[in-house]
């Protein structure tokens, strides 16, 4: 399978814990993005990174959370401190970084926090 | 502040009707205009894509109509089927991040 790959698929904690999910994206792809859905809406933009340089940060992305693509391939994503809020659909896609590249999704992680 | 705007939030088509959803935008900076379709479950996937340099494009049964004075674009399927029943979002994009609509979720009437 080539496409993008996020593990877990699933995630249930306790408030307060943190949590870390991972993204491997397309193998030739420098461009990789972490959005958040929510039930019933759009994709919102997290974060981007452009190898390993993460270029922009989302207002929504608060200290609790960061992200790394330490050798420009794979990514993590962390939530520190889980609050029920943050439960939602973690979304990544990856790219090429020409503009209007198309950007593949992966299936996403589901976060729970109870 | 909501960049994209996406219009209906849900579309219900009979078998062989024509499904129509509308978007419009406000940065002018934007210069690619992506459809994405999602199923329960899965992320989104690229459905069709269009430049502000044209007016339209067509992929099979799905046409993206463009107006960019009126900063508008639209998604119509011609000949829904009931496999087309999903949720659709326009998005934006000006060279770095997408910017997505709240999505629409169709369903064909079998």
């Known amino acids: 399978d080539t496409g993008v790959s996020q593990n877990p698929r699933h995630k249930i904690t306790k408030r307060g814990q943190n949590v870390t999910f991972r993204c491997d994206p397309i193998?030739?792809?420098?461009?990789l993005y972490w959005y958040r859905q929510t039930l019933g809406q759009g994709p919102e933009f997290l974060t981007y990174f452009q190898n390993e340089a993460q270029l922009e940060k989302s207002r929504l992305l608060s200290d609790r959370f960061s992200a790394e693509r330490p050798k420009g391939s794979f990514s993590t994503l962390e939530i520190q401190r889980t609050e029920q809020g943050d439960s939602a659909m973690y979304l990544c896609?990856?790219?090429?970084?020409?503009?209007?590249?198309?950007?593949?999704f992966g299936q996403g992680t589901r976060l729970t926090v109870v | 502040q909501q960049q994209v705007k996406q219009s209906p939030q849900s579309l219900i088509v009979q078998k062989g009707g024509i499904s129509i959803i509308n978007c419009a935008y406000e940065n002018t900076a934007f210069d690619y205009f992506p459809w994405y379709q999602q199923f329960p479950g899965k992320g989104p996937a690229l459905l069709i894509a269009?430049?502000?340099?044209?007016s339209e494009k067509k992929e099979g049964r799905f046409t993206i109509s463009f107006n960019k004075s009126a900063k508008q674009f639209s998604l119509h399927i011609m000949d829904s089927q009931p496999g087309d029943s999903a949720t659709y979002f326009c998005a934006a994009q000006g060279g770095d991040k997408i910017i997505f609509g709240k999505g629409t979720r169709l369903h064909i009437l079998p």
């Open positions: 896609a990856s790219s090429f970084s020409l503009g209007g590249a198309e950007a593949f």
């Open positions: 269009i430049r502000p340099d044209v």
């Open positions: 193998s030739e792809h420098n461009r």
